[in-house]
């Protein structure tokens, strides 16, 4: 079985739907269609919630009504008989009954999920919707049956697997299952999602979960390029990358992945293949555990709204034990660190969840000077063995010579350099980098 992703951009036109059956009905392997909400449905939801969190209700109705008529005009451009524009009218019609009743309650966190949710539901029953007009068999798998995270917001992969398996075996005969992406229910068994871009972390969930022979991410790209394409003129795709080296480029801001959407399947070997719904024949990047290839810079990615604390402190000369106890802060506010560097007296260390950051302070204020910067950027240098090859570091600095840097990581592994820089010099970095590593 494979596992095929389309985003937003993929089936944000029903020109693109009618592409999207295209591609997921040749070949024989059954397959699980995982859909995004059409491009731009997500923001307006995130208005929706955002006005009404505020108060603003009037603001709440405008909203609902502007995304209302964007898809009473789609599902007239979308069916072309009678019955399945009915039938489409009516699914819009339910969804807008939905958020048109939110406005007369009061608004907590998880109406806000309710609502973010009805993007993923709506173009899912749309597209199922266009499967039947045009007689194309297939079931429709709702993502709330069988997808879910724990109190931490960690999916329950052997739950999910558990749910999946069972709801798939009712349907031996069946090739076609279409599904949401983003969208799952939590511990208290409210609606909820895997965060922005979650579309992709869901098919590597489905993929990891049944096993998938392949999950494939349709998008509007040709693949995984070298550099960001919307902040450097000059991109190409690469062809194959490895788990690790698609991992950290996810992480550190590739847009193309959501950032955790490759452990599932690097953890049961499933490959990734990113693709372009646009233009399908294209190469894309194939993402395996091993790439067999030579060294050298395959990529680079930014991740900005980073926060770097330094602690200084004299107690840490000679001392053992103070790491541990830093780590300890952090651990006890779940919240990750990205970055590391130390000297004798001073560690800085960045993170990008801000949400403890005053608590965190306080406690470290115990152990030494601390001293808080916002704004940085992190800039993932990746590659193959890139520590091995002669003059890449040098290359790099030379690159950034007229850029400041407040971080510098080497040696943490391999495939990785980073550096931090304040997120105002994020494009320069990039764009200087591109034109000192790649040769175009
Ligand atoms: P989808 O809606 O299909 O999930 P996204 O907008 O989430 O698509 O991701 C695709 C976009 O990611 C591309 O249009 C591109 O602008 C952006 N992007 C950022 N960095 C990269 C990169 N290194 N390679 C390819 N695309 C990238
Ligand atoms: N629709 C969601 C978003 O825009 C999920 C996704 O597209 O992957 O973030
Ligand atoms: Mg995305």
Request: charged residues 25%.
């Amino acid at each position: 079985m494979k596992i095929m992703k389309f985003g937003g951009t993929s089936v944000g036109k029903p020109e693109r739907m009618y592409q999207v059956k295209d591609l997921v009905t040749t070949g024989d392997e059954p397959t699980i269609v995982v859909l995004s909400a059409l491009s731009g449905t997500t923001n307006a939801l995130v208005g929706i919630g955002d006005a009404l969190s505020a108060g603003d209700k009037s603001l709440a109705k405008h909203r609902i009504d502007e995304l209302h008529a964007h898809y009473k005009q789609f599902c007239s451009e979308l069916f072309r008989s009678d019955m399945a524009m009915k039938e489409g009218e009516k699914i819009i019609q339910e969804h807008f009954e939905f958020l048109a009743i939110l406005l007369k309650i009061s608004f907590n966190d998880a109406i806000s999920k309710d609502i973010l949710a009805q993007g993923e539901l709506l173009s899912t029953k749309l597209f199922y919707t266009l499967l039947q007009e045009l007689q194309i068999d297939a079931v429709f798998l709702p993502a709330l049956d069988y997808m879910s995270i724990d109190e931490y917001s960690e999916p329950e992969l052997p739950k999910i697997r558990e749910k999946l398996s069972a709801l798939l075996a009712k349907y031996p005969e069946k090739k076609l299952f279409v599904t949401q992406g983003y969208i799952c229910k939590n511990h208290r068994n409210e609606v909820d999602n895997l965060k922005r871009g979650g579309s992709d972390y869901t098919a590597s969930l489905i993929g990891a979960a049944i096993s998938a022979s392949v999950v494939e991410i349709w998008t509007d790209i040709d693949g995984m390029h070298n550099n960001d394409p919307r902040i450097v003129d000059k991109t190409r795709p690469i062809a194959h990358l490895s788990f690790d080296e698609a991992a950290e480029l996810a992480y550190f801001g590739a847009k193309i992945l959501h950032p955790a959407s490759i452990w599932p399947a690097q953890q049961f070997n499933i490959p990734v293949k990113l693709l372009n719904t646009m233009q399908p024949e294209a190469l894309g990047t194939t993402i395996t555990a091993n790439v067999q290839e030579r060294g050298g810079v395959k990529a680079l990615a930014a991740k900005d709204g980073i926060t770097a604390i330094k602690i200084k402190s004299s107690r840490m000369l000679l001392a053992y034990g103070f790491l541990r106890k830093v780590f300890d802060v952090f651990e006890k506010y779940r919240t990750s660190i990205d970055m590391i560097t130390t000297s004798e007296v001073a560690i800085s260390l960045t993170i990008d969840d801000i949400s403890h950051l005053e608590e965190i302070k306080l406690e470290l204020d115990k152990f030494g000077t601390v001293e808080i910067d916002h704004n940085m950027a992190i800039i993932c240098i990746v590659g193959n063995l890139i520590m091995e090859q002669q003059g890449v570091l040098q290359d790099i600095m030379g690159s950034l010579s007229e850029i400041p840097l407040r971080m510098v990581s080497y040696g943490g592994s391999k495939h990785n350099v980073s550096v931090l820089v304040d997120a105002a010099y994020k494009n320069q970095a990039l764009q200087s980098l591109n034109e000192g590593l790649f040769d175009f």
